[in-house]
């Protein structure tokens, strides 16, 4: 039916929708009435906000004269919804807070959903020095009068989606008409629209769905709580995914170097910038291929070292009671074990705790003669160069591709190890994200 449907059996039309709702303890029937006037409302009161209700509703409804003048003001209300079709459609706006209101026999829904989860958090999934301190909101409203507010331009578009899972939960795309790429948006809707999945609780879970490939080692969309990211993304002709719930968007199509790239760049100056940079794919390097390099040489190639180093690195060994390539994944194993307790910690004791563990067990490790002076240092340079990467999801397929190049010179030396490296460039070019190149070096229309 449409907003404003003539309906003479309005309220049995209620009576049907309450018994549907039943026997949930929060659903609310009611039925005001004053000189000959009445009005019915149908709510869940654990999603309606009482004072909304009160001065939007109830109050005005005994202030008017002529119940004619209440159906007027409804009808002008800016919190008044579109009225779906269906039954089960209209149960679901009923969920997210929406007030059913019959007047002269025509249906109305206001939108009066209390918002308990409406505070901006701080940005601590990309934390910088400089730049916009505050992320984003759990609420979708929010989140787009965030992006509203740092966006004054009529070309931003906000379209609204529902999810077809169980939670129904509300999306909103966001991108500038005048500079996102044609077909990119055509596409993130085809696979939004046959999601075929039971329930998505936050943007970290869409992304994988929206990608058509959850076990994709490197991810194709970008996880971002930063509003000035999501401008600087938007500007560029990209995507923005928010989920009603989630304090972080989903930027798509993405390519590699953009994981590389940190907020923090934009606000130094151009020096500084390209120091920062090339320390950032300096240690991309080291923590791939450094735990290879020491397996490679120290196993296959002890003659790419001086002779002096490579004698030094001999010495450390002695007394190790196995080869070096399992002296390696032990070690990157415990550096694992290290960084995931550091996560699950209490933040107040995660520093020190996992501090003292790595001292007491790397020298305990080394004072037992189950691992070298040398590989302590080459693990721990690995451990600190992963957090060199801005973004987390790129950090995790680092993590688990060094494993990867640590097999290849394991089993063929050094020239294994160029072999990997290669074998993954050429996977990352057959990459793409929404059909753009995954290796692309440069976006910008």
Request: net charge negative; hydrophobic share 45%.
């Amino acid at each position: 039916m449409d907003e404003n449907t003539e309906n003479p059996n309005t309220p049995e039309y209620m009576k049907r929708l309450t018994k549907k709702l039943e026997p949930s303890d929060d659903i609310v029937q009611n039925t005001l009435t004053i000189e000959g006037k009445k009005v019915h409302l149908l709510f869940l009161k654990s999603v309606v906000d009482p004072l909304q209700l009160q001065s939007v509703i109830v109050k005005p409804f005994f202030e008017m004269k002529e119940e004619r003048h209440y159906a007027e003001y409804i009808n002008s209300l800016p919190y008044k919804t579109k009225l779906p079709s269906g039954d089960r459609e209209v149960m679901i706006e009923l969920t997210k807070g929406n007030v059913l209101v019959m007047v002269n026999n025509q249906l109305t829904l206001l939108e009066l959903k209390i918002v308990a989860n409406n505070m901006v958090q701080e940005a601590d999934l990309e934390p910088t020095m400089h730049g916009p301190q505050m992320g984003m909101s759990e609420s979708l409203e929010i989140n787009i009068n965030i992006i509203r507010q740092r966006y004054h331009d009529p070309s931003l578009i906000v379209e609204t989606l529902e999810l077809d899972e169980q939670s129904n939960r509300g999306i909103a795309l966001l991108y500038d008409k005048d500079r996102v790429r044609p077909g990119v948006l055509d596409k993130i809707k085809e696979r939004l629209q046959p999601l075929d999945v039971e329930l998505v609780q936050a943007a970290d879970e869409l992304i994988y769905y929206l990608n058509n490939k959850k076990r994709s080692l490197f991810p194709t969309s970008l996880l971002s709580g930063r509003p000035d990211r999501l401008i600087n993304n938007i500007t560029a002709g990209k995507v923005i995914i928010l989920v009603d719930g989630s304090p972080h968007a989903i930027v798509t199509p993405i390519v590699f170097f953009d994981f590389m790239a940190s907020m923090e760049d934009r606000y130094h100056s151009y020096w500084i910038m390209v120091g920062a940079m090339v320390l950032r794919y300096g240690g991309l390097f080291t923590c791939l291929m450094l735990p290879g390099i020491y397996v490679g040489v120290t196993s296959y190639n002890p003659d790419v070292f001086r002779t002096e180093l490579a004698l030094t690195v001999a010495a450390s060994r002695i007394g190790v009671p196995y080869p070096s390539f399992i002296e390696v994944f032990f070690m990157l194993i415990f550096i694992e074990l290290l960084t995931e307790a550091s996560l699950r910690l209490p933040v107040t004791i995660s520093a020190t705790a996992t501090t003292v563990g790595g001292l007491i067990l790397g020298t305990a490790v080394v004072e037992a003669a189950l691992a070298s002076n040398i590989i302590v240092i080459v693990v721990s340079l690995v451990a600190i160069s992963t957090f060199v990467i801005p973004v987390n999801e790129m950090s995790y397929a680092i993590r688990i591709c060094r494993f990867f190049l640590l097999l290849y010179a394991t089993l063929f030396g050094l020239a294994g190890l160029v072999l990997g490296m290669l074998g993954l460039i050429m996977f990352l070019s057959n990459k793409d994200s929404l059909g753009q190149p995954y290796l692309r070096m440069y976006w910008w229309n």
